[in-house]
Nanobody, 120 residues
């Protein structure tokens, strides 16, 4: 079994910063990528940022230059540092982990989501 848990959401004002963390635990053979998605009310879930096992990162155009995904010192943990937050960043943020549970098995695992609300 694999668990993915996010933390760090909350309510901030526009222009402020917030840091989300995501930790994967359980029967992990290897982590291929971590991805942060978000879903605002009435909108589709969108990919915000990702990091693969080699450290390569990708960002949605809407967050480039403001958000930073990085590995943490804690094992199997990544963070999403969100700076200069805007009201349109308000959403539930989900961590997704692409994990190999054995040499032959690979699957996607999702966290429960954490709410980020940015007031104007």
């Amino acid at each position: 079994q694999v668990q993915v848990v996010e933390s760090g959401g909350g309510l901030v004002q526009a222009g402020e910063s917030l840091k989300l963390s995501c930790t994967a635990s359980g029967s992990i053979f290897g982590i291929n990528a971590f991805n942060w998605y978000r879903q605002a009310p009435g909108k589709q879930r969108e990919l915000v940022a990702s990091m693969n096992s080699g450290g390569s990162t990708h960002y949605a155009d809407s967050v480039k230059g403001r958000f930073l995904i990085s590995r943490e010192a804690i094992k199997n943990t990544v963070s999403l540092r969100m700076n200069m937050l805007k009201p349109e960043d308000t959403a539930v943020y989900y961590c997704n982990a692409d994990i190999s549970t054995s040499y032959y098995a690979r699957d996607q695992f999702w966290g429960q989501g954490t709410q980020v609300t940015v007031s104007s």
